[in-house]
């Protein structure tokens, strides 16, 4: 599924180089301060992702050497092919910003109907190869915290054949086919990405907590340690909030929503839990 969403992608860069006017890249129109922040949002959901490579570290053969590369992999390659992408839609097209699927239109400007249908079928892959990505990271979290006595202990079940959390699998499958089918796209892409902005600002905040003395004897030494003391996770918790800012009453109700679901679950475990 990488492969089949990069090609046409990579053909699309490729080819639409020498098509690109340099003129059209320094023309922007007017963005206001909300449009910026609403934009960042969806910049979190192209660029995310790499944070969930650890999650099935616990099955790969040498995590310590694989995951470090992984992820700074994820970041390096995530740049380089979206900054090209936009760079080819905004200088082939006049007004990129007035296309509702611009890199289909691009490429339907210098390849023709192939180049359109070649984009189309890349995106399909792509959209498909995110869903089973986020099935196998979104599932080990739910599995993570049913082990731990932290949502309803079904979850925590591993199928005795394949060894994977099935049930885990099964209710992660279920909710994004139920957020799939009840919105749009971009209403689901923001949501995922005040999701994530949640986890970013929630680790930096447990790394200015955990690095406290009272925890020096509970926690393993940090194999990594951010430079400039407090500094980096502060800025991180700020620039989480700023970018939250960005979505709309009913984005972040929506989140609420999805947070409250989650903390019935949590409390529900709890108390079944304290009961024994």
Do not use: W
């Amino acid at each position: 599924m990488t492969v089949g969403k990069l090609v046409p992608l990579a053909l699309f860069i490729v080819i639409g180089l020498a098509y690109v006017e340099p003129s059209r890249l320094a023309t922007l129109p007017p963005i206001t301060l909300q449009q910026s922040l609403t934009a960042g949002l969806l910049l979190i959901f192209i660029y995310g992702g790499y944070e969930v490579v650890p999650v099935p570290a616990g099955e790969s053969l040498d995590p310590r050497r694989d995951v470090p590369f992984a992820m700074v992999a994820t970041i390096a390659v995530v740049m380089i092919v979206m900054t090209l992408t936009q760079i080819v839609a905004q200088g082939v097209l006049a007004n990129v910003a007035d296309h509702a699927t611009p890199i289909a239109d691009a490429a339907a400007a210098f390849l023709g109907a192939t180049g359109a249908l070649l984009i189309g079928i890349g995106s399909v892959i792509s959209m498909t190869g995110n869903n089973a990505g986020q099935v196998l990271s979104g599932s080990r979290m739910l599995f993570a915290l049913a082990e731990q006595g932290q949502l309803p202990s079904f979850l925590a079940r591993v199928h005795s054949r394949y060894r994977t959390p099935a049930n885990a699998i099964v209710f992660t499958s279920a909710v994004a086919l139920t957020l799939a089918l009840s919105g749009s796209f971009a209403q689901i892409a923001l949501v995922s990405a005040l999701a994530r902005l949640l986890m970013y600002g929630g680790s930096a905040a447990a790394t200015l907590r955990l690095r406290a003395p009272r925890f020096a004897g509970v926690v393993k030494p940090a194999g990594f340690t951010a430079p400039f003391g407090p500094v980096m996770p502060m800025v991180a918790i700020g620039v989480c909030i700023g970018l939250a800012a960005g979505a709309t009453r009913e984005q972040l109700l929506g989140g609420i929503a999805a947070l409250a679901v989650g903390a019935v679950l949590y409390l529900t475990q709890r108390g079944a839990r304290d009961c024994r």
